[in-house]
């Protein structure tokens, strides 16, 4: 299950750590974020990417929660992936929760899917990515550039190719888009 | 002057701080091109076209190379703490840069410092880090689109990645978001809020709705959010009073997308060819319903 739907499944507006065993992952930088959390997924790790808490926020940031007890084996995994966190941190307040509402726009030949602030706009017979719209982060225009013209199954996912939360809120419209315009 | 601060989605574009022109298809600063797609190339791109227009200077560029890895913002950000202090502009625009509440807050302090205050204006990964810090009362003009005047809506998100299901982004829900930002001390002197309708807003609420022409596919096309905010930071620093800058530059942006004919697959470059008529005619209604 892609982190779409994951993130469908939760309802509350923050995840409570009501037990005292989550804790979450602090990295460098995006980019790392979101290869550390394709790895966890891949080995089977029930994660989730959420907002960091005020205290060490510093901009444009993303921190992976995960289950403390299997803080061991996660930070070796990390480590051997040459991405280990720069600190591991109890969850001890709510973590903000990305954004899990998505909004379509049908202009007859094209199709947009808006996540967040990032919209993503295909036409449907030949399901090329037209356009890419809205967002703020640098990776945006970079994301556009590589993706724009390219067929929705061609284009590099903003996973590979993006550092910062427009690229990942991209990633989330990319997804919706292949999930409403490709067979499964 | 009008000063325009951003990036260019390319790793190998160079630190660099100059007029801006504009050469077919590319802006041409310090005799380095960059592609009008969409960013801060298309931003300045309008400003060029709309100074033209106005028969003012063309704007200086501070642009770097930035594919969302922030190195090339650090660059920048590094360079302005410098450089902004012996300037004097009469209007700063900043844009794309990656969000570091460290450095847009060095970058505030800086300009206070500044020989006189300069107009204001944030769109893109700024406004972002200007709300994010708390500051964005330090702005004359934000330029959000609906799902960002949602974000600056939102008191606890620091970026539209996290703002909370229940502000919907849809048309109607408009006027309350818009009085959203200003109880929670999120607003700048003015919003621009760019979408089906542009909304002008201040604290006071609402001042002026902008609609016409309404072409749909403008939603989709990336960078037409760009060309809006080049334009009006054109008019601002050619010394219109804001709220009056930025009604036309709305109808200037929405005239120019309907000259282009528009479908969601256009691209932002085939509308800014259309600025100069569109700026000449919104000038000119102006002037006859003066009259």
Redesign the interface.
Same mark, same amino acid.
């Given at each position: 299950m892609g982190v779409f739907g994951l993130l469908k499944k939760k309802s509350e507006?923050a995840i409570e750590n009501h037990h005292g065993d989550r804790g979450f992952l602090v990295f460098e930088?995006?980019?790392e974020v979101i290869q550390a959390e394709n790895l966890l997924k891949k080995k089977g790790w029930e994660i989730h990417v959420m907002?960091p808490p005020?205290e060490i926020?510093?901009?444009?940031?993303l921190v992976i929660e995960f289950p403390l007890i299997e803080e061991l084996k996660i930070t070796e995994v990390l480590k051997d992936a040459g991405i280990p966190p720069l600190q591991v941190v109890p969850v001890s307040s709510p973590l903000?929760?990305?954004?899990?509402?998505f909004?379509t726009?049908d202009?007859g030949?094209?199709l947009?899917v808006?996540a967040?602030?990032m919209?993503l706009?295909v036409?449907k017979d030949s399901l090329t990515i037209?356009?890419?719209?809205?967002?703020?982060?640098?990776?945006?225009?970079?994301?556009?550039?590589q993706m724009?013209s390219k067929s929705l199954k061609e284009a590099p996912s903003p996973r590979e190719i993006?550092?910062?939360?427009?690229?990942?809120?991209l990633q989330l419209a990319y997804e919706e888009m292949k999930r409403r315009c490709l067979p499964s | 002057m009008l000063a325009v601060i951003g990036?260019?989605?390319d790793p190998k574009f160079p630190l660099v701080a100059g007029k801006v022109a504009l050469e077919e298809e590319n802006i041409l600063i310090q005799g380095r091109r960059a592609a009008i797609? +969409? %960013?801060?190339?298309a931003l300045l791109a309008a400003a060029v076209k709309a100074a033209e227009v106005l028969g003012v200077e063309e704007p200086f560029g501070y642009l770097v190379g930035?594919?969302?890895?922030?190195d090339?913002?650090q660059k920048l950000y590094q360079d302005l703490v410098q450089d902004l202090k012996q300037s004097d502009f009469h209007t700063i625009c900043f844009h794309?840069?990656?969000?570091?509440?460290?450095w847009h807050n060095r970058i505030q302090s800086v300009i206070k410092k500044m020989i006189r205050t300069p107009i204001l204006i944030a769109?893109?990964?700024?406004?972002?880090?200007a709300k994010?810090s708390g500051r964005s009362s330090a702005y004359d003009l934000f330029t959000p689109?609906l799902?960002?005047l949602a974000?600056l809506a939102d008191e606890?998100?620091?970026?539209?990645?996290?703002? +909370? %299901?229940f502000l919907l982004?849809e048309e109607n829900a408009t006027p309350d978001l818009i009085a959203r930002v200003y109880q929670h001390g999120n607003g700048p002197r003015y919003l621009l809020v760019k979408g089906k309708r542009d909304y002008l807003a201040n604290k006071e609420g609402i001042q002026a709705i902008i609609d016409d022409p309404m072409e749909?596919?403008m939603?989709?096309?990336?960078?037409?959010?760009d060309t809006l905010t080049g334009i009006v930071a054109a008019l601002i620093s050619s010394g219109m009073e804001l709220p009056r800058a930025a009604i036309l530059a709305a109808r200037t942006n929405r005239l120019a997308g309907s000259y282009a004919r528009p479908?969601?697959?256009?691209?932002v470059s085939e509308i800014v060819p259309h600025i100069p008529k569109a700026l000449e005619d919104v000038l000119k209604e102006r002037r006859e319903w003066i009259q």
């Amino acid at each position: 299950m892609g982190v779409f739907g994951l993130l469908k499944k939760k309802s509350e507006e923050a995840i409570e750590n009501h037990h005292g065993d989550r804790g979450f992952l602090v990295f460098e930088n995006t980019s790392e974020v979101i290869q550390a959390e394709n790895l966890l997924k891949k080995k089977g790790w029930e994660i989730h990417v959420m907002g960091p808490p005020p205290e060490i926020r510093s901009g444009c940031d993303l921190v992976i929660e995960f289950p403390l007890i299997e803080e061991l084996k996660i930070t070796e995994v990390l480590k051997d992936a040459g991405i280990p966190p720069l600190q591991v941190v109890p969850v001890s307040s709510p973590l903000l929760k990305p954004v899990d509402l998505f909004q379509t726009k049908d202009f007859g030949k094209y199709l947009m899917v808006q996540a967040a602030n990032m919209k993503l706009t295909v036409e449907k017979d030949s399901l090329t990515i037209v356009n890419i719209s809205g967002g703020g982060c640098p990776d945006v225009p970079y994301l556009a550039e590589q993706m724009v013209s390219k067929s929705l199954k061609e284009a590099p996912s903003p996973r590979e190719i993006g550092h910062t939360l427009c690229g990942y809120a991209l990633q989330l419209a990319y997804e919706e888009m292949k999930r409403r315009c490709l067979p499964s | 002057m009008l000063a325009v601060i951003g990036t260019v989605p390319d790793p190998k574009f160079p630190l660099v701080a100059g007029k801006v022109a504009l050469e077919e298809e590319n802006i041409l600063i310090q005799g380095r091109r960059a592609a009008i797609r +969409r %960013g801060t190339p298309a931003l300045l791109a309008a400003a060029v076209k709309a100074a033209e227009v106005l028969g003012v200077e063309e704007p200086f560029g501070y642009l770097v190379g930035d594919i969302g890895r922030g190195d090339g913002s650090q660059k920048l950000y590094q360079d302005l703490v410098q450089d902004l202090k012996q300037s004097d502009f009469h209007t700063i625009c900043f844009h794309y840069l990656q969000p570091l509440v460290g450095w847009h807050n060095r970058i505030q302090s800086v300009i206070k410092k500044m020989i006189r205050t300069p107009i204001l204006i944030a769109d893109a990964g700024f406004m972002y880090v200007a709300k994010m810090s708390g500051r964005s009362s330090a702005y004359d003009l934000f330029t959000p689109d609906l799902g960002e005047l949602a974000f600056l809506a939102d008191e606890l998100a620091p970026h539209p990645f996290y703002t +909370r %299901g229940f502000l919907l982004h849809e048309e109607n829900a408009t006027p309350d978001l818009i009085a959203r930002v200003y109880q929670h001390g999120n607003g700048p002197r003015y919003l621009l809020v760019k979408g089906k309708r542009d909304y002008l807003a201040n604290k006071e609420g609402i001042q002026a709705i902008i609609d016409d022409p309404m072409e749909e596919a403008m939603e989709a096309i990336g960078g037409t959010g760009d060309t809006l905010t080049g334009i009006v930071a054109a008019l601002i620093s050619s010394g219109m009073e804001l709220p009056r800058a930025a009604i036309l530059a709305a109808r200037t942006n929405r005239l120019a997308g309907s000259y282009a004919r528009p479908s969601p697959g256009t691209q932002v470059s085939e509308i800014v060819p259309h600025i100069p008529k569109a700026l000449e005619d919104v000038l000119k209604e102006r002037r006859e319903w003066i009259q």
